[in-house]
């Protein structure tokens, strides 16, 4: 014998099944968040994250007249026993203008070490202009017991900014660095993820 369900008790399970669904929605988003917190951060420059672009694209931008100055940053995260620091307190340029900075990491330690760095810039809004073309940010770098390295920063910040009200004005953008042991560093391969010599070609003309 079929069973009729009246409209309250239908309108009730689809109450039901929509909360279900949110529910599973947010426990998918839960598991994500972190992900993809940092892909949109990266994709818009938000909370300080900086934009990754391709050579290609810095080539398109022309260089201003409107100077403005990079301030650098570098720590290391308590109880890791590196040396990190920037060979250059600050840097005068241009906006639009490709320039390359320097930072200096040695491992004062007797084991093998695998660092990841996280990077923002300040002031925040100016996150969404600031390109970089080659950073050792992009890669593990791993240095064996002693080890010392020279690691480059290539980059532009972005002409449009001079377009936005909140950030046309800014003098001064600071770059930071904090190195991270990641956590599988005892197996990490230094021959594939550690810091690669310059080359001369890649410095910006």
């Known amino acids: 014998m079929a069973v009729t369900l009246d409209p309250g008790s239908r309108r009730n399970r689809r109450v039901g099944a929509i909360a279900a669904g949110g529910a599973l ?48 940053d570098g720590n290391v995260i308590k109880g890791m026993p590196w040396q990190f620091r920037p ?5 005068s ?11 200096y990491a040695k491992n004062t330690s007797n084991r093998t070490i695998t660092g990841r760095a996280v990077y923002n ?14 950073c050792f940010c992009f890669n593990d770098q791993t240095l064996k ?19 936005d009200p909140n950030a046309k004005d800014v003098p001064e953008i600071t770059l930071s660095y904090t190195f991270l042991e990641a956590a599988d560093s005892a197996t990490a391969a230094p021959e594939k993820q550690g810091a690669k010599p310059l080359d001369r070609a890649a410095r910006p003309r």
């Open 25 to 72: 929605a947010m426990l998918g988003l839960g598991y994500a968040s972190v992900p993809l917190y940092r892909i949109f951060c990266q994709a818009t420059g938000f909370n300080g994250t900086t934009l990754r672009a391709t050579a290609a694209q810095a080539a398109a931008v022309k260089a201003t007249g409107r100077p403005i100055t990079i301030r650098f």
């Open 87 to 91: 060979e250059q307190v600050t840097q």
């Open 93 to 103: 340029g241009h906006i639009g203008e490709r320039k390359m900075a320097f930072f």
């Open 121 to 134: 810039v300040t002031p925040e809004q100016t996150g969404a202009y600031f390109h970089k073309i080659q």
């Open 145 to 163: 017991p002693g080890e010392e390295v020279r690691m480059p920063v290539l980059y532009y910040v972005d002409p449009d900014m001079l377009n």
